[in-house]
């Protein structure tokens, strides 16, 4: 499996910006998938953003369009989530996570299982005045 590790959280006032980063250990990276799911406190880990290694598909959530943009460096084994517009709703715990054999719609859809595929340990984020 990859490791991956995020960064980039922050706490930032609404309508900042934040850049997260998600760093892949490991082989045969271009067979993944790769999303972002994002926890809030006394909330479900919901996808927000997705992205096939391979050919650059993406998914966003529908609170996220427009305004969130997810992208890949295969050269770094790295995935981006640039975040503009920030919103107090954008708030939580945000987790990549990396899958194979789903495209970047139903990755993003799929419920949250640490046993199927990898996961890293979160970057928190806070919007906030």
């Known amino acids: 499996q990859l490791q991956l590790v995020e960064s980039g959280g922050g706490l930032v006032q609404p309508g900042g910006s934040l850049r997260l980063s998600c760093v892949a250990s490991?082989?045969?990276?271009?067979?993944?998938?790769i999303g972002w799911f994002r926890q809030a406190p006394g909330k479900e880990r919901e996808g927000i953003s997705c992205?096939?290694?391979?050919?650059?598909?993406?998914y966003y959530r529908d609170s996220v369009k427009g305004r969130f943009t997810i992208s890949r460096d295969n050269a770094k084994n790295t995935v981006y989530l640039q975040m503009n517009s920030l919103k107090s709703e954008d708030t939580g715990d945000y987790v990549c996570?990396?899958?194979?054999?789903?495209?970047?719609?139903?990755?993003?859809?799929?419920?949250?299982?640490?046993?199927?595929?990898?996961w890293g340990q979160g970057t928190r984020v806070t919007v906030s005045s």
């Open positions: 992205i096939s290694v391979n050919d650059g598909s993406t």
């Open positions: 996570a990396a899958v194979r054999l789903l495209d970047a719609q139903p990755m993003c859809h799929m419920v949250p299982n640490p046993n199927f595929g990898s």
């Open positions: 490991g082989r045969a990276w271009d067979y993944y998938t």
